[in-house]
């Protein structure tokens, strides 16, 4: 599954396609929304936020498209005008006069007004986005000693979207490595200086992400720029202290560490 950087990167793609401009059709595969679709027509796209793996369409007349990609969704911009040949079961069209957008194979698709965007359950769920440049490092501090998230090892910590929107697999393995942490951890365990490593890699390492990858040409992964130092690098040696990365399994999903330095 894609995870926050990701995400926030192909909503800056579909945002530079429509954003601002009037749309000429609107289409939705799913019945629940086809009442919605003459009332978008003539509407413009404002803005499309991410809250962490979800995207939310903001139009003119205030209604609000909340998708959420989960393993297989997937949006493509195309030329207005063309029929791209695709497998995949196209969702949702959104098209203006020179650009459209297209959504494949999701299930998680709503239309909402502001009242029901602030009651969402999925959204009233997850935690901050790491890519809300306006969350510091000391309020990630202190989300990771609160009660309810002081005592949860960092192997599945990591992964819950309550903690931090925007998280997933690979970053949690990043993560734990830049601060130098096996995955057994908890908050309450750590010394002053081990929490201030954690909570500013909680940070800088999603949002070094978002800014890099797919700048370069694109590896079999996610991207050229972001440089793993451990994820999918089992065997090879560990550049901090010449250590060999091993592969494991933690919460389901692969995990990747250096046993001479994350202690």
């Keep these: 599954m894609p995870e926050g950087p990701e995400i926030r990167r192909a ?72 029929e791209p040949q695709s497998n995949r079961v196209l969702r949702v069209k959104l098209a203006a006069e020179d650009k459209t957008l297209l959504l494949y194979s999701a299930s998680d698709i709503e239309l909402l007004t502001q009242d029901t965007l602030a009651a969402h359950p999925f959204l009233l769920r997850v935690g901050p986005d790491v890519l809300d440049m306006t969350l510091t490092v000391e309020e990630v501090k202190a989300r990771l000693l609160s009660p309810r998230f002081r005592r949860r090892q960092f192997s599945g ?25 096996a995955p057994q951890h908890k908050a309450q365990d750590l010394d002053e200086a081990q929490l201030d490593k954690l ?10 992400s978002y800014q ?14 972001f440089s793993f130092k451990v994820f999918h690098r089992a065997g090879k040696p560990c550049e901090r202290c010449g250590g060999i990365i091993e592969k494991t399994s933690l919460s389901s999903r692969p995990f990747y560490w250096c046993p001479g330095c994350q202690t």
């Design 11 to 82: 909503a800056d793609k579909l945002e530079k396609a429509i954003k601002g401009k009037t749309l000429t059709d609107v289409w939705f595969a799913f019945p629940q929304l086809k009442t919605y679709e003459s009332s978008l027509i003539g509407e413009r796209v404002e803005a499309i936020e991410t809250r962490g793996k979800a995207i939310l369409t903001h139009f003119s007349n205030g209604l609000i498209l909340y998708s959420h990609n989960q393993l297989y969704g997937v949006w493509r911009v195309i030329k207005s005008g063309t």
């Design 212 to 225: 890099t990858r797919g700048v370069a040409k694109e590896n079999k992964h996610h991207g050229a720029l």
């Design 199 to 208: 909570a500013e890699a909680l940070l800088a390492i999603p949002r070094l």
């Design 157 to 181: 910590l990591l992964l819950d979207q309550a903690f931090l929107a925007g998280l997933g697999n690979y970053l949690r393995v990043e993560i734990l490595w830049h601060a130098g942490l």
